[in-house]
């Protein structure tokens, strides 16, 4: 019988096919296989997670639930009793309707919920107010790094022109001249008279108390392995691996303390800022700013030092991209380089997505905290402060 070429090709066409869809299959079940045996080993105790990717040049220190805040010998339940009513006390300031209140709300994770700050006067400010959660923990403050920590830093908004904008003798003979004040400064520093040291302890102690509380991560570190999804452990090794972000956002705080440029300086054009350049006059430290905790980050936006961002799939566009985005800047003649940390990264919007929802474990509902009574004040406060506090402006997208 003569041979059939054409059923024969069919057959073994036929033969072909089933043999690479058995490969297909055998693929795609072992890349399955692959990341289902990747989320059990972050299911189980640290120490056995695979490896973190970062840059030969880090010192990556570990991913960890916050450390207890170091005690410091000035810190006493009166001296905070007393910094928590100067916190929220608007008599602080010039026009006395400006109080750190204000830009650190409780409500909006203690910042103020704008793309940048405005202060006395409601003049603009130029950068976006910080969270004052976990302040504590940081050496160097604000966005430049200007403050070494926190006693250092509480006299400075009370003086500066675009916050509360007082002479600071000034304020503190506002703050003496009430009665009421007298017994709780009596009681935190054995004298009923406030001093510019004595302010900054007392406002400083408030504020080292505003700490997280352990969020899913956390738990998740501690050994409850439910606490986070597939997607969630997914987007919590790129974090450690591809995406490169514990390249900066490391240790406890997801943060490494340190200044960097990663590439929104708007170098030479409308709204530059060189950030920790404008502190040390150091010309490497041009478009430099402090690597911010990625704790509570869903409450703190819009994000980065000038509220350029008002979501996190930007942010992370962003980063993938090796901040190009910016690339009109860095092509100017004397732009300061990008750090070469920040690299491209390659990932897939899958992979965004994953890292993305890993970001969201990393908050916890944040602490309510009701206004004190002030001494002296009435009852208006709350009003007061509150009407100052402008939640629902809508952020300004930079475009020039
Ligand atoms: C007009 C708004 C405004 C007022 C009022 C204000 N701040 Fe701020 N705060 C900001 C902005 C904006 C930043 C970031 C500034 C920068 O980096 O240059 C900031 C930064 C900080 C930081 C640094 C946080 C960090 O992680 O480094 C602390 C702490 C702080 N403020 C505490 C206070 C205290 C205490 C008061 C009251 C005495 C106060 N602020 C009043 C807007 C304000
Ligand atoms: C080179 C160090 C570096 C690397 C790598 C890096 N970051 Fe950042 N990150 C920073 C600095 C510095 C800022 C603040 C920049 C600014 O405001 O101009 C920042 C800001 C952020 C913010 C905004 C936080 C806020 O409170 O405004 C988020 C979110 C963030 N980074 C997430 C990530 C993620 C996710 C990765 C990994 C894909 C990553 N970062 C990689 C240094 C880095």
């Given at each position: 019988m003569p041979l059939n070429p054409n059923r024969n090709d069919s057959t073994f066409n036929k033969s072909l096919i089933k043999i690479f869809s058995l490969i297909v299959v055998a693929l795609i079940g072992s890349m399955g296989h692959g990341k289902q045996n990747l989320i059990e080993q972050y299911r189980?105790?640290?120490?056995?997670w695979p490896p973190i990717e970062v840059d030969e040049s880090v010192n990556a220190q570990k991913l960890a639930p916050l450390p207890q805040l170091p005690e410091v010998e000035w810190h006493t339940p009166a001296t905070e009793n007393l910094g928590k009513q100067l916190f929220f006390?608007?008599?602080?300031?010039k026009s006395g309707?400006?109080?750190?209140?204000?830009?650190?709300?409780p409500s909006q994770g203690w910042t103020d919920g704008r793309r940048v700050s405005a202060g006395h006067d409601r003049s603009e400010g130029t950068r976006n107010s910080m969270t004052?959660?976990?302040?504590?923990?940081?050496e160097s403050l604000f966005w430049d790094g200007r403050a070494e920590g926190l006693l250092d830093l509480i006299l400075k908004p009370i003086q500066s022109p675009m916050e509360m904008n007082s002479d600071l003798d000034e304020a503190i003979d506002r703050i003496n001249a009430i009665d009421g004040y007298r017994p709780f400064i009596q009681e935190a520093f054995d004298s009923d008279q406030l001093t510019p040291e004595r302010l900054a302890i007392a406002i400083a102690s408030f504020v080292r108390t505003r700490v997280s509380f352990r969020n899913d991560f956390d738990r998740f570190m501690q050994g409850?392995?439910?606490?986070?999804t597939e997607q969630q452990i997914e987007g919590l090794h790129l974090f450690r691996t591809?995406?490169?972000?514990?390249?900066?956002?490391?240790g406890p705080l997801l943060s490494d303390g340190q200044f960097h440029?990663?590439?929104?300086?708007?170098?030479?054009?409308?709204?530059?800022d060189l950030g920790r350049f404008e502190h040390t006059?150091?010309?490497?430290?041009?478009?430099k700013f402090r690597t911010p905790s990625l704790r509570e980050l869903s409450f703190?936006?819009?994000?980065m030092h000038n509220g350029l961002f008002t979501n996190f799939t930007g942010i992370l566009r962003m980063y993938n991209h090796g901040i190009t985005f910016n690339s009109r800047v860095q092509k100017k003649p004397g732009a300061p380089p990008l750090?070469?940390?920040?690299?491209?990264?390659?990932?897939?919007m899958e992979e965004i997505q994953a890292l993305e929802s890993f970001l969201?474990?990393?908050?916890?509902i944040p602490h309510f905290v009701r206004t004190p009574d002030l001494p002296?004040?009435?009852?208006n406060l709350s009003t007061k402060v509150s009407e100052l506090h402008t939640t629902n402006e809508k952020p300004l997208l930079i475009s020039e």
């Amino acid at each position: 019988m003569p041979l059939n070429p054409n059923r024969n090709d069919s057959t073994f066409n036929k033969s072909l096919i089933k043999i690479f869809s058995l490969i297909v299959v055998a693929l795609i079940g072992s890349m399955g296989h692959g990341k289902q045996n990747l989320i059990e080993q972050y299911r189980q105790p640290i120490s056995e997670w695979p490896p973190i990717e970062v840059d030969e040049s880090v010192n990556a220190q570990k991913l960890a639930p916050l450390p207890q805040l170091p005690e410091v010998e000035w810190h006493t339940p009166a001296t905070e009793n007393l910094g928590k009513q100067l916190f929220f006390d608007p008599r602080l300031s010039k026009s006395g309707q400006f109080a750190c209140v204000s830009c650190h709300h409780p409500s909006q994770g203690w910042t103020d919920g704008r793309r940048v700050s405005a202060g006395h006067d409601r003049s603009e400010g130029t950068r976006n107010s910080m969270t004052l959660i976990n302040v504590a923990y940081f050496e160097s403050l604000f966005w430049d790094g200007r403050a070494e920590g926190l006693l250092d830093l509480i006299l400075k908004p009370i003086q500066s022109p675009m916050e509360m904008n007082s002479d600071l003798d000034e304020a503190i003979d506002r703050i003496n001249a009430i009665d009421g004040y007298r017994p709780f400064i009596q009681e935190a520093f054995d004298s009923d008279q406030l001093t510019p040291e004595r302010l900054a302890i007392a406002i400083a102690s408030f504020v080292r108390t505003r700490v997280s509380f352990r969020n899913d991560f956390d738990r998740f570190m501690q050994g409850e392995h439910s606490r986070l999804t597939e997607q969630q452990i997914e987007g919590l090794h790129l974090f450690r691996t591809k995406a490169k972000c514990m390249n900066c956002h490391h240790g406890p705080l997801l943060s490494d303390g340190q200044f960097h440029h990663t590439g929104l300086s708007y170098y030479d054009r409308r709204f530059e800022d060189l950030g920790r350049f404008e502190h040390t006059g150091e010309y490497d430290d041009r478009g430099k700013f402090r690597t911010p905790s990625l704790r509570e980050l869903s409450f703190t936006g819009p994000w980065m030092h000038n509220g350029l961002f008002t979501n996190f799939t930007g942010i992370l566009r962003m980063y993938n991209h090796g901040i190009t985005f910016n690339s009109r800047v860095q092509k100017k003649p004397g732009a300061p380089p990008l750090s070469p940390l920040i690299q491209p990264l390659g990932m897939t919007m899958e992979e965004i997505q994953a890292l993305e929802s890993f970001l969201h474990t990393l908050n916890r509902i944040p602490h309510f905290v009701r206004t004190p009574d002030l001494p002296n004040m009435g009852s208006n406060l709350s009003t007061k402060v509150s009407e100052l506090h402008t939640t629902n402006e809508k952020p300004l997208l930079i475009s020039e």
